[in-house]
């Protein structure tokens, strides 16, 4: 899991889920005028709100954040983790709702009249606010470019190494003079990677010119195939150094940590190593 692939967005989805867990510990009741000796009981006393809330908002949120933090999407049932993280957060929001409203349960309105039960605790309301805030985090974060912005932005680097020496921080930490990607400083009649050998008289393209350069993406964005189809081979995750091998109009071609390599169609706001 790379923590930093993980968004602004999902930085408040972790808080909530830490402010839910908090609440689970305090009153889910509220009754006016009792004792101090009484000891109402906390968010775990109630089945329905230990299932509907809290547990539902803790794996939602847990999937969120998971599901962000894979280097390639997990589906189950068609949907991918994010999603269903997101449903249990909206589900955990409206059982929490369902619950400040009636927090008895029904039980007040046997034998009696309907207002003399209890009203809804301190915890039960911070549980509320807590899904409110999940569930509006999980659904808006793919939408909202401040939410997509990285939680832990990518460090620069502090002692630029030449491509092809041992970086301090292994692969994916930029250098400061890059040789062509495949060729051997000093030896000429190299090619550019993925180049091929002009024939007499052919026009010099463009791509000759390239030189390959360690990038970082400011929201995670996917890679294509090389071949032009529009099937997402990778992400590239915020706060990782990636390789830019050769130039296609204003998409790049890259090489993730693992090899493979693909189209970025998006190099908006990319930051250069």
């Given at each position: 899991?790379?923590?930093?692939?993980?968004?602004?967005?999902?930085?408040?989805?972790?808080?909530?889920?830490?402010?839910?867990?908090?609440?689970?510990?305090?009153?889910?009741?509220?009754?006016?005028?009792?004792?101090d000796?009484?000891?109402?009981?906390?968010?775990?006393?109630?089945?329905?709100?230990?299932?509907?809330?809290?547990?539902?908002?803790?794996?939602?949120?847990?999937?969120?954040?998971?599901?962000?933090?894979?280097?390639?999407?997990?589906?189950?049932?068609?949907?991918?983790?994010?999603?269903?993280?997101a449903?249990?957060?909206?589900?955990?929001?409206?059982?929490?709702?369902?619950?400040?409203?009636d927090p008895?349960?029904?039980?007040?309105?046997v034998?009696?009249?309907?207002?003399?039960?209890?009203?809804?605790?301190?915890?039960?309301?911070?549980?509320?606010?807590?899904?409110?805030?999940?569930?509006?985090?999980?659904?808006?974060?793919?939408?909202?470019?401040?939410?997509?912005?990285?939680?832990?932005?990518?460090?620069?680097?502090?002692?630029?190494?030449?491509?092809?020496a041992?970086?301090?921080?292994?692969?994916?930490?930029?250098?400061?003079?890059q040789?062509?990607?495949?060729?051997?400083?000093?030896?000429?009649?190299q090619?550019?990677?993925?180049?091929?050998?002009?024939?007499?008289?052919?026009?010099?393209?463009?791509a000759?010119?390239?030189?390959?350069?360690?990038?970082?993406?400011?929201?995670?964005?996917?890679?294509?195939?090389?071949?032009?189809?529009?099937?997402?081979?990778?992400?590239?995750?915020?706060?990782?150094?990636?390789?830019?091998?050769?130039?296609?109009?204003?998409?790049?071609?890259?090489?993730?940590?693992d090899?493979?390599?693909?189209?970025?169609?998006d190099?908006?706001?990319?930051?250069?190593?």
């Amino acid at each position: 899991m790379n923590i930093r692939s993980l968004t602004r967005g999902d930085g408040v989805v972790i808080g909530a889920a830490v402010l839910l867990f908090i609440a689970s510990f305090l009153d889910l009741y509220s009754l006016d005028g009792a004792p101090d000796s009484i000891e109402l009981p906390s968010l775990w006393g109630s089945g329905p709100v230990v299932l509907g809330v809290i547990l539902a908002g803790l794996v939602g949120a847990a999937l969120v954040v998971v599901a962000r933090g894979l280097s390639q999407p997990r589906k189950v049932a068609g949907l991918d983790l994010g999603q269903f993280g997101a449903a249990f957060a909206v589900f955990a929001a409206w059982s929490a709702l369902g619950n400040v409203f009636d927090p008895a349960g029904g039980t007040n309105n046997v034998g009696g009249s309907a207002s003399a039960g209890p009203d809804a605790g301190t915890g039960l309301i911070l549980a509320l606010i807590a899904t409110v805030i999940m569930a509006v985090a999980a659904i808006a974060t793919p939408l909202v470019p401040a939410l997509k912005g990285a939680l832990v932005p990518a460090p620069r680097p502090a002692a630029p190494q030449p491509y092809g020496a041992q970086p301090q921080g292994g692969y994916g930490y930029p250098g400061a003079q890059q040789q062509p990607y495949g060729g051997q400083p000093g030896q000429p009649g190299q090619q550019p990677y993925g180049g091929q050998p002009q024939q007499a008289g052919q026009q010099p393209q463009p791509a000759a010119d390239f030189s390959p350069f360690w990038f970082a993406v400011p929201v995670p964005r996917p890679l294509y195939a090389e071949d032009g189809s529009q099937t997402p081979i990778a992400e590239l995750a915020p706060g990782t150094w990636y390789l830019a091998v050769e130039q296609r109009g204003p998409a790049l071609v890259a090489q993730t940590q693992d090899g493979r390599r693909g189209v970025l169609q998006d190099t908006s706001g990319i930051q250069r190593g």
